[in-house]
């Protein structure tokens, strides 16, 4: 792992790193074991995270955000601009097909509350 005498001001330590992204201590240390993001240590050991680090771990939260899971997010933060805009695009088909399917579902719970009143609900598909 890298190693520094000490950290930089505009370095981070894990609890400021995690109040700066909005993400807990355990989350960090979640994605540093899938190697999303390595900190530096000082040379007493201590982690802490520069301003890169910050970064990749902000796009790391906008991709979880869209519905990648770890393991893809590890190979999508080195890809290549076409291979993103490649998994993206999957990831949209996918994320269409899944609100497409919670809008049937939907639909068919609002039908059997409405035909809920008074009776007993029919459950057809």
Known sequence: MPQSNRKTSSALGPAEAARSLRISIKAL??????GLVIPRRTARGWRFY???????????LALKAMGFGLAQIVGLLDAEPEAMAAALAAQERLLDERRRAL????????RARRSAAGARP????
């Not at 520069?50 to 790391?60: F, K, N, Q, V, W």
């Not at 809008?103 to 609002?110: I, K, Q, S, T, Y």
């Open 29 to 34: 240390r979640l994605y540093e074991s899938w």
């Open 50 to 60: 520069t301003p890169e680090d910050i970064e990749r771990l902000s796009r790391t």
């Open 103 to 110: 809008d049937e579902a939907l639909d068919a719970v609002r």
């Open 122 to 125: 029919r459950l057809v598909a």
